[in-house]
Structure formats: C-alpha cells, structure tokens
C-alpha cells in the first residue's frame, strides 16, 4: 500500500512538472513573437509625410517647399509691420486681397495690423475675372468690398506675382469701386519674369525661377494647410 502511495504521488508530480514545462515553453514562445513584433516596429522606416498636391500635378515635377506653416505667419508679420510704418499708422488705410488666394493672405495682414493698432482695418476681396485678357468671364462678380476706396489707401494682395498681368486686371477691377488715394502692391512671393513695369511695394520672398517652374501656395481655408511650394519641371 506504501509503495503504490508513493508511486503515485511521484506520478502526479511527473505530470505536473510536465505541465508546468509546456506553460513556460508556451509562454516562451508569445514574450519571443511580442520581442520579434516590437523589433521589427523599430526597424521598420518611418514615413514622412509630404503635404498633398493637386491632380493636376504629375510625378516629373520635382517639389521644394519654400515656406511652411511657421514660416508664413513670420513673413506675413514682417510684411504687416512694414505697411504700417510705411503708411504711418492705420489711418485711411484698408486692405483688398485678389480672389481666390490673395484674399485670405489679405485678411490675415488686416487682422495682424489691427491687433497692432488698436483699430480695424477693413478687408475686402476682388474678383478680376472680367477684366484679365486670357480668359472669358465665367459667373457672377464675386467681388465683396463694404467700404470707401475713394480717397484711401489700398494695400492690394495677391499670392504670387509673375508676369504683372494680373496686378493689371487687379488695378481695372479696383477703379470700378472709386478712386484711391494710393494703391500699394503686397505679395507674399514675387517669382520674377515681368512683362509689364509693375513691381511689390510689400514683398515677403523673391524666388529665382524658371519659365516652366510653378509656385503652389497652399492655404488653411482652402488647403487645410499653408505652405508654399516650388515645383520645377524634371529633365
């Protein structure tokens, strides 16, 4: 009876050491696919995301940003800064951004003057489609300005300047809705190639380009974020 006692308690703890070497071997087995899982998370490369581009822009185009969110608000101070010391203060002063980006750069340099000044400088925004030579009228005038020009001084805004011909339009449109004292030219990136004697009197960045080159500026109202972009064309 001793000895079949004593055999089948050394039976029981064969099989509980048997059991207990398949839970460590199992659990072995998870910790070493939970260590292979986390390794391979670090080794895997990180992407960097790049801001998204319109459809209209294919992959041959090689793609520099030449100024980001930070960036932008810095220039865009500078330059509001500028206009205010140029003008002497707020005094008769009003702001019309150029649709369809020229206009929330506008209010953006109206709302830092304002901050500055301790008085509103009203925004507006013009729509130049009727007056420009390259394309016909499409729509109705979209142009919103709920204040004298006559006698003020217009800081004119617009993204980009290149050939001059749309500060042109810009300047026809304008003179519909009276006659300024001034008209002062603000531009957040002037890129060259002029066809006509028009230059920035505010400028935030001038950029060497070529013929083919396209500037992108991207917007929060409409792009979700602000950058501007330089795409040259590739070989």
């Known amino acids: 009876m001793l000895v079949w006692t004593i055999s089948q308690t050394g039976l029981k703890s064969q099989i509980l050491l048997q059991k207990c070497a398949a839970r460590s071997a199992k659990w072995a087995r ?22 998204s581009l319109p459809k209209s822009h294919n992959l041959s185009h090689m793609s520099a940003v030449l100024l980001d969110s930070g960036d932008m608000k810095r220039t865009l101070g500078r330059m509001a800064y500028e206009i205010l010391e140029a003008n002497q203060g707020a005094e008769d002063l009003v702001v019309v951004g150029v649709l369809r980006r020229g206009y ?3 209010k953006r340099l109206a709302f830092t003057m304002t901050q500055v000044e301790g008085t509103t400088i009203p925004c507006g925004k013009l729509d130049i489609r009727a007056f420009r030579d390259d394309q016909p009228l499409v729509g109705e005038d979209l142009s919103e300005i709920p204040f004298e020009v006559t006698g003020k001084t217009v800081i004119l805004v617009d993204e980009v300047v290149y050939t001059g011909r749309t500060v042109r339009s810009a300047l ?14 603000a531009v957040l990136v002037d890129r060259g190639h ?5 230059e920035p009197n505010f400028l935030g960045r001038k950029v060497e380009t070529e013929a083919t080159d ?22």
């Open 30 to 51: 998870q910790w070493t696919r939970i260590w292979l899982m986390r390794w391979k998370k670090r080794l895997r490369p990180k992407l960097k995301r790049i801001p």
């Open 104 to 106: 929330p750069i506008a």
């Open 194 to 198: 002029r066809e006509l004697p028009i």
């Open 214 to 235: 396209h500037i992108v500026v991207r917007v929060q109202e409409f792009d979700g974020e602000d950058a501007v972009i330089l795409e040259s064309a590739g070989a």
């Open 172 to 185: 026809n449109a304008l003179m519909k809705h009276g006659r300024p004292k001034a008209v002062r030219l």
